[in-house]
DNA sequence: TTATTTTATCGTATATTTACGATAAACAAT
DNA sequence: ATTGTTTATCGTAAATATACGATAAAATAA
């Protein structure tokens, strides 16, 4: 793009579109549909549920955990990945206020 | 990107990440919330609460518009935006069910 | 008709995203 | 020490997103 403008909004409207970005893509839908499932937190289970490459899931690992809507806990070689559950409620109550109105056409 | 790979999801994983990516700018936030707190719905009210060029906003409006969060109907030679009920609700059920559990680390 | 207003679309430049293989890093096991 | 396992990061290619000026299209107003 040319210049981002992104900045001259506020951070709440900053942060939702940020969670939102997290947000859009499927796989990492999934992830969060995997680890609200299961316990299977580690990082091994997920790509063999996913359809990608490890270094593909990795990176959507690494964009939920940027917002943090999932934390990582090393364990020995591996790693598990868990929800947030301060950032899940935060984000669904702003969606929720979001999405109170009706439509008017 | 190489190949796409998002139609190896489910159609409800593709259909709610493509709303939060249609969330995933502060200036289509900030469009939905105008709509939901006023009855302005002229394209011309939208532009000058924006920090964006007319063809900028008509381009995050054609996004909103793309997934349904939005519908425009044509007045004269304006054309008024308001919020769609039917898929605000259905992507605030949808994300509900996401949120709906608590972390695990 | 001729202008004016209003919105969408085209063209374009730059930034970001997505995907993967290759490799590194960190630990476990032999 | 060497090997194997697990995950993150690097490099890279192609697609998509963002922004704007210019222009088209469609209705109103003069």
New interface residues.
Partial sequence: MAIT??D???SE??W???I???????????I??I???T?S?IVGTIVDKL??AQATVSQHLKELKRVGLI???IDGPKV??????KT??R??SA??K????????
Same sequence: chains 1, 2.
């Fill in positions: 403008k992104k001259e909004f506020t409207e900053i939702l579109s940020d939102a970005k997290a947000l859009s893509h499927p796989a990492r839908i999934k969060l549909k680890l609200n499932e316990d937190c359809p990608l934390e990582g806990e598990c990945y868990c929800l947030n559950n899940l409620t984000a669904k969606l929720d979001l999405f109170s109105k009706i439509g008017c056409c």
